[in-house]
């Protein structure tokens, strides 16, 4: 034992025992979730669920109001989303490569959002959503949205278009193409990575936000997140395990997706200011 762990290294298994810890503690609550969420009839102090099956799926998936708050949501995110592109892509273009006066601080306003409480925040805006008609609206709803992913939608391109170089952009420009051809030809291409990655974060934010719709949509907008208070207090925790895994499912597979789009180092230079 003692020549296997001098050939190993301490530091190897030192590392492999963090790694599992870690594994089991992210992997936990989701395989919990999925057992449940298969179980028809669990009693403590079984390990596993004595019967297996669909109930729980077929009557969540049954109600009318549950599959119309999954289509709302995610209608709701992609609008955002699309939004939040049309307008911050070209404010996160001109933080990179435009010198204007307070531009750390106007870059740094974005953050704002999530420098306090949420709950305060909301109100406030709800406040000033009543007085001017916006309360009970879909376009109410998908501003409150967006005030929340301005700093992803603004951070993360600010950085991409930084990492493009300019000389790049330069040779384009020699050889005669027009600035605007240099954007969609070279610069939009080589910054659609970190483009791809924050309107992966903008649609997920959009995806779970509960508060601010609950403020201002309520009653007519409810969407997953409010729909699944109701369930996790009204009904077995069965059937909020079925609505959790697929709120979960979507942000699983698009984080996926963003790994493979950019690297960690570009990522974390989204949050600099320079």
């Excluded at 594994?23 to 009693?43: D, Q, T, Y």
């Excluded at 892509?89 to 001109?94: L, N």
């Excluded at 531009?103 to 406040?127: C, D, E, Q």
Aim: proline fraction near 5%.
């Amino acid at each position: 034992m003692l020549w296997y762990w001098k050939k190993v290294g301490a530091k190897r298994i030192i590392e492999f025992v963090l790694l599992t810890v870690f594994a089991i503690f992210f992997a936990g609550p989701l395989l919990n979730l999925l057992v449940l969420a298969f179980s028809e009839k669990w009693n403590y102090p079984d390990v596993l669920p004595e019967a297996w099956g669909f109930k729980w799926w077929n009557f969540v998936l049954a109600k009318d109001d549950i599959v119309s708050s999954i289509s709302l949501s995610f209608f709701i995110a992609a609008i955002v989303t699309a939004l939040s592109i049309v307008i911050c892509i070209p404010a996160a273009y001109a933080f990179a490569r435009i010198q204007f006066p307070l531009k750390r601080m106007f870059l740094f306003s974005f953050l704002l959002t999530h420098a306090f409480p949420k709950m305060g925040l909301y109100v406030s805006i709800a406040v000033l959503f009543y007085r001017i008609g916006l309360m009970n609206t879909l376009l109410g709803v998908v501003l409150i949205h967006m005030i929340n992913v301005l700093m992803f939608m603004t951070w993360i391109p600010t950085a991409s278009f930084r990492n493009v170089h300019r000389a790049q952009e330069e040779s384009a420009r020699d050889v005669g193409a027009s600035p605007f051809r240099v954007f969609r030809s070279i610069t939009l291409p080589m910054a659609m990575p970190g483009i791809m990655v924050a309107s992966v974060f903008t649609f997920l934010n959009s995806l779970d936000e509960a508060q601010g719709t609950f403020l201002v949509g309520i009653p007519d907008f409810k969407t997953m997140p409010i729909v699944m208070y109701s369930i996790i207090s009204d009904f077995p925790s069965s059937a909020g395990a079925v609505f959790s895994i697929i709120l979960t499912l979507p942000t699983i597979l698009l984080l996926l997706a963003a790994q493979r789009l950019v690297s960690a180092d570009v990522l974390a230079s989204g949050f600099q200011t320079k």
